[in-house]
Antibody, heavy 120, light 107 residues
Framework: QITLKESGPTLVKPTQTLTLTCIFSGFSLRASGVGVGWIRQPPGKALEWLAIIYWDDDKRYSPSLKSRLTITKDTSKNQVVLTVTNMDPVDTATYYC????????????WGQGTLVTVSS | DIQMTQSPSSLSASVGDRVTITCRASQGISNYLAWYQQKPGKVPKLLIFAASTLQSGVPSRFSGSGSGTDFTLTISSLQPEDVATYYCQKYNSDPYTFGQGTKLEIK
């Protein structure tokens, strides 16, 4: 059974850096075609794709947020980490960890999501 | 970057109605289009990929069509449990943009 679970702070202050960890099980990020990414959703708003890291360490980022995002993986720990610098109240959102299908970069498996609030 | 535009933004229909949601890409994306359903307070769920392929376990009243720039999601006979927001997503290349969503309610 494949699971993904997000962890990280629920509250960050403006200008701080957010670090989120996705801990997954049931698959390996060493396997060809596998990718793990992040999607966020502000309260009451639409889904926004943020970043993805692939089995071969290829990384892709949302152009609008690229300067603030870093995605890394630790295959030995089955973890993917997303950092977002210079957090702002508009970054308040539920952040989801997702697994890409091997057939394409759409997402058939999602974590439960973690709500991050940015407030002083 | 390619933009994804859904219409309508919200929709109210009666149980048993045929419902159609449209997603338009600002440039051609072949059939690299997925649809998701997000019920209130829940995690999004993949419904359709490759524009028209139903994900395993999804009821057959859901269908997708289109290629290039214009795509549709159709519910052939609306059920109460279909109340949700529906999103399209392109995946021909990054960025893997979502549409703004269509909120579906029961009349």
């Amino acid at each position: 059974q494949i699971t993904l679970k997000e962890s990280g702070p629920t509250l960050v202050k403006p200008t701080q850096t957010l670090t989120l960890t996705c801990i997954f099980s049931g698959f390996s990020l060493r396997a060809s075609g596998v990718g793990v990414g992040w999607i966020r959703q502000p309260p009451g708003k639409a889904l926004e794709w943020l970043a993805i890291i692939y089995w071969d360490d290829d990384k892709r980022y949302s152009p609008s947020l690229k300067s603030r995002l870093t995605i890394t993986k630790d295959t030995s720990k089955n973890q993917v980490v997303l950092t977002v610098t210079n957090m702002d109240p508009v970054d308040t959102a539920t952040y989801y960890c997702v697994q890409r299908t091997t057939a394409g970069t759409y997402f058939d498996l999602w974590g439960q999501g973690t709500l991050v609030t940015v407030s002083s | 970057d390619i933009q994804m535009t859904q219409s309508p933004s919200s929709l109210s229909a009666s149980v048993g109605d045929r419902v159609t949601i449209t997603c338009r890409a600002s440039q051609g994306i072949s059939n690299y289009l997925a649809w998701y359903q997000q019920k209130p307070g829940k995690v999004p769920k993949l419904l359709i990929f490759a524009a028209s392929t139903l994900q395993s376990g999804v009821p057959s009243r859901f269908s997708g069509s289109g290629s290039g720039t214009d795509f549709t999601l159709t519910i052939s006979s609306l059920q109460p449990e279909d109340v949700a927001t529906y999103y399209c997503q392109k995946y021909n290349s990054d960025p893997y943009t979502f549409g703004q969503g269509t909120k579906l309610e029961i009349k």
